[in-house]
């Protein structure tokens, strides 16, 4: 085994992991404030008026990085699960579940303002459409990952289950990302297009990509600290984590 | 209209501009606030667990 592998294996001990992910979070806790706090300045203040959909287009700032991270959080479950399942390390199932929560909040922002958006400009909360019935699947995926894994006493087979779920769920993100193009859906194509010219100002999409960098260091962070409260949960019973406690440190 | 009443009228689309951010913003600082609420609940119960299996100090 070289030497790089054995370095990487290192963090996958959560008394090495513990220590680095609590100096990390502050710095994407403040990076996360900053960046939302510029991102919603921006979406209000400085971009424009949209000359079809007027002020009400606004909505686009949280929807669509709502909708990125939606989307982007079940693929980084995905790979943690299938290394989860491959080397059997105890982190990436714990680093799966800290991000489920989040990810499923994100899942019904992007529904949610989905629907408020829908209303002014479609003249209905709901339709049952590709794009927003593969995105409700999501959502699902997410809560009967939590409920599985949460349901399972075992953590070795709650880990198992949670990680083949997880898997098997991934089919649906390719078909969220393509249904606009696959079928004829009451929801628009995609706004941002790395094959022809987007659609919008470029003010807009400055905005857009800023509030979209402002959810992922929030993500980092709830996930950062989310996994921090589940690795002292497994490992309560371990020295690290009981003088880590003692001493303050936790 | 004052500037803000403008501001906050959004054009006509405040229910749905505010219906929008307002959840959203709820939402994600709810989230911080039970993470940090978690995490003090899991650091005093491992506490709880070493005192149980700290060795008896003799009298």
């Not at chain 1, 922002?109 to 408020?116: E, P």
């Not at chain 1, 979209?212 to 921090?228: D, F």
């Amino acid at each position: 085994m070289s030497s790089r592998l054995i370095n990487w294996f290192k963090f996958s001990s959560p008394a090495t992991f513990y220590p680095l992910a609590g100096r990390l979070l502050p710095w994407f806790a403040v990076t996360a404030v900053v960046l939302i706090g510029i991102g919603l300045y921006m979406s209000f203040f400085v971009a424009p008026t949209d000359y079809k959909q007027g002020e009400g287009y606004r909505i686009i700032f949280i929807h669509v990085p709502a909708a990125w991270m939606s989307m982007f959080i079940y693929l980084v479950m995905a790979f943690w699960s299938a290394l989860g399942l491959i080397f059997n390390t105890r982190l990436s199932a714990m680093m799966a579940q800290a991000l489920a929560p989040t990810g499923a909040l994100f899942t019904f922002i992007a529904l949610w303002t989905g629907a408020f958006w829908g209303k002014p400009m479609w003249g209905t909360w709901w339709v049952w459409d590709a794009r927003l019935t593969s995105e409700l699947i999501l959502l699902f995926l997410y809560m009967g990952y939590i409920a599985l894994t949460s349901a399972i006493e075992d953590t070795r087979r709650a880990d198992r289950a949670g990680a083949l779920l997880v898997l098997v769920g991934v089919v649906n993100i390719p078909i969220i990302y393509y249904s606009v193009e696959w079928w004829n859906t009451l929801h628009q194509g995609s706004t941002i297009n790395f094959r022809k010219e987007s659609s919008m100002t470029t003010t807009m999409l400055y905005t857009m990509l800023i509030m979209a960098l402002g959810c992922w260091a929030y993500t980092i962070a709830a996930a950062l600290s989310r996994v921090r409260s589940i690795m002292l949960e497994r490992e309560r019973n371990s020295t690290w984590a009981q003088q880590l406690v003692a001493e303050g440190k936790a | 209209m004052s500037d803000w009443q403008t501001f906050f009228d959004m054009g006509g689309y405040a229910l749905y501009v505010w219906g929008s951010f307002g959840v959203s913003a709820v939402l994600m600082i709810a989230e911080p606030i039970l993470l940090r609420g978690r995490h003090k609940a899991v650091i005093k119960r491992v506490a709880r667990i070493a005192r149980m299996n700290a060795p008896e100090v003799k009298q």
